[in-house]
């Protein structure tokens, strides 16, 4: 067993050992693309280099494993320092199969697929609704102004560019929904940069925090999210930065114009027509492919969620009561009570229970009618995906989503007495 820290494509330890039925002596393994690991038929030493640079030389593949670690100046502390961030075990296959992998730190493991999720509709539906019913409305509505936008460039990015994820194998998948999607640039990244900075550079105006410790919580999770990508083998390096520096790029020309954005949003009369109009525009001319793909129905979500929560900030906003912190800005961060905490989960809870169910009853209700609009059987599941299916239906489900979460949560609240 030879450990070393691959690199940071994926963080991992391998064993390929002959007579174990897992490895092969002489085939080419990898757990990360473009690079190689290979065996000796008699030694069992490994030996590790990039696929692009590295010939295959007899004379390195029978080196003793502390020759070859002195060879690359590996010393006993990075030696062990690099133990501590391998966790998988993944077993090479000589029938083109899907490679199997084994777990060896649950902890990391668990760490990279929650980190992953925080880019998943799960995420989206539960938890950025809590920084409007427990933080403040206007901070959610500029984050879920960015998100969109900063969203639906990556995702026409990724369909017009058409950059194809990692191969499997030599890379192992932990995810399938999306494996249909382009590679570059990473959305989950782009998502991951915009909501932690937006909501950073929003913030100070509106709560009284350290600035410092706020970034140091965007750029954590920011790095988690774009190290999971990594991890769950959906993205290459190059995919994630990408991501990254096109977020950022969008944040910091849009920035001068957030003011003036949220007035047109909240005190034009035509805003409630015309944004949800131009955003279901969007959805349709989204570009086709010549397969289906997630991504047009992802950004037809994120879309639906968008133009619903602004018509339900202005309808707010024209009411008189957008549940907004009161007194002078910028205001203290609640107390961490357990009164306060209590009341926080009930909100949750009541909120989540709110949102999952006008899901499924619009969701429901909206496929019934466009299946019997366009007379299709009601056991094709596929139908859904057709563009004039799946678009509406999409949207009409999350445009509800977004209403109920920006106008009715909050007065619901209040009569349960959890605001």
């Keep these: 067993m030879c450990i070393y820290p691959l690199s940071l494509y994926r963080l991992i330890i391998i064993r390929v050992t002959e007579g174990e039925g897992r490895g092969h002596p002489g085939q080419v393994t990898s757990l990360s693309q473009g690079l190689h690991i290979e065996t000796n038929n008699h030694t069992n030493i490994h030996t590790y280099g990039h696929a692009n640079s590295m010939q295959k030389d007899p004379g390195k593949v029978g080196m003793q494993t502390g020759d070859l670690l002195a060879a690359r100046g590996q010393s006993l502390f990075r030696h062990l320092v690099s133990s501590c961030f391998v966790f998988i075990h993944v077993y ?196 086709d492919l010549d397969h289906y793909s997630t991504t047009r129905g992802d950004t037809t979500t994120i879309l639906g969620a968008c133009a619903g929560s602004s018509v339900g900030y202005w309808v707010n906003e024209q009411l008189g009561e957008t549940f907004e912190p009161q007194g002078t800005l910028p205001v203290p961060l609640p107390t961490l009570t357990a009164n306060a905490l209590a009341l926080c989960t009930g909100r949750f809870l009541v909120g989540v229970v709110a949102l999952v169910g006008t899901r499924q009853i619009v969701k429901t209700t909206s496929l019934h009618v466009l299946y019997s609009w366009y007379r299709v059987p009601k056991n094709d599941h596929n139908a859904r995906r057709r563009k004039e299916i799946e678009v509406p239906y999409k949207f009409t489900t999350y445009t509800a989503v977004g209403l109920v979460h920006s106008i009715l949560t909050n007065r619901i609240f209040v009569l349960l007495g959890l605001l």
């Design 92 to 287: 090479s296959l000589q029938d083109g199969t899907k490679p199997q992998y084994e777990v060896r730190n649950w902890l990391l493991h668990i760490l990279f697929l929650f980190s992953a999720g925080l880019g998943h509709e799960i995420f989206y539906i539960t938890c950025l609704p809590c920084i409007h019913w427990s933080l403040d409305p206007f901070l959610c509505r500029r984050l879920v102004n960015m998100w969109g936008l900063v969203m639906y460039i990556g995702q026409v990015m990724k369909d017009l560019l058409k950059l194809p994820r990692p191969v499997s194998p030599p890379v192992v998948k932990l995810e399938t929904r999306v494996d249909a999607e382009y590679g570059l640039p990473s959305t989950h990244a782009m998502a991951a940069t915009s909501i932690s900075f937006t909501l950073l550079f929003s913030a100070p105006s509106r709560l009284q925090f350290q600035f410092e410790v706020g970034l140091l919580i965007a750029v954590t999770l920011s790095s988690l999210v774009c190290l999971s990508r990594l991890y769950t083998g959906m993205h290459s390096v190059l995919d994630v930065i990408c991501g990254v520096v096109i977020s950022a790029v969008i944040l910091l020309l849009t920035y001068p114009c957030w003011e003036t954005l949220d007035h047109l949003q909240l005190h034009t009369r035509i805003s409630p027509i015309a944004v949800p109009a131009l955003l279901l525009f969007l959805c349709y001319k989204y570009p």
